[in-house]
């Protein structure tokens, strides 16, 4: 599985894979001493992330008590919901978490996000040496162009609509990657080198 950093201009922030994670995940915690972010899932397993954060998004991420966590594959959102993110050695972190809500409406939280994602950074590979997975998981995928996969496109319409949606969680999506290596921003609402104009739902 491949995980990119994105950030949108707002300051949120989240995770997008490669592929759905096998299980749910319930939380994500930072280690700003050496930029390691690991995600903790409800099978009470861990996953330690392979490629340090950039401290450049350590003031972002500090501002953020909730990560978005989604999976993309064929320009389809295949997961989307949101996680609180715990930092390390933050002694007030847990208290402003606790005086904080995750989204109302995870799937519409979500497509916003990715829509409106502007910059990142590589933050897990399977494979180090593939130079061709280095770039953003996206691609050439224009974020705007991304819908959700059919199993979500009815809950999305029961959140538009304030209808209550129970949860799901459908694995097993992929997406190839492309792109150069390292930091990556969205010029005209593609990966690669250069800007993205913010979008307005």
């Given amino acids: 599985m491949n995980i990119d950093l994105l950030v949108t201009k707002k300051g949120e922030a989240g995770l997008l894979c490669s592929k759905n994670l096998i299980a749910k995940a319930l939380g994500a915690i930072l280690d700003t001493d050496n930029g390691i972010l690991s995600l903790e899932f409800e099978t009470m397993d861990q996953m330690d992330l392979n490629i ?3 401290s450049e998004f350590f003031d972002l991420l500090d501002a953020t008590t909730h990560l978005h966590v989604g999976s993309v594959k064929n320009n389809k959102i295949g997961q989307a919901y949101q996680i609180p993110l715990i930092i ?3 002694p007030y972190r847990t208290q402003m978490i606790q005086h904080t809500r995750p989204p109302d409406k995870p799937l519409s939280a979500f497509h916003y996000f990715v829509k409106n994602c502007v910059l990142g950074q590589p933050a897990h590979r399977d494979d180090m040496g593939d ?3 280095s770039g953003c998981i996206l691609g050439d995928i224009t974020p ?3 819908e959700f996969a059919q199993h979500l496109v009815r809950r999305h319409g029961m959140e538009l609509q304030n209808i209550h949606v129970p949860e799901m969680n459908v694995p097993g999506l992929g997406l190839g990657s492309s792109g150069s290596a390292g930091r990556t921003t969205y010029p005209n ?4 080198s250069g800007q993205l104009d913010e979008d307005k739902d």
């Fill in 131 to 133: 130079e061709d997975t």
């Fill in 88 to 90: 390390l050695n933050d």
């Fill in 189 to 192: 609402g593609k990966a690669g």
């Fill in 144 to 146: 705007s162009s991304l």
């Fill in 52 to 54: 340090p954060i950039e």
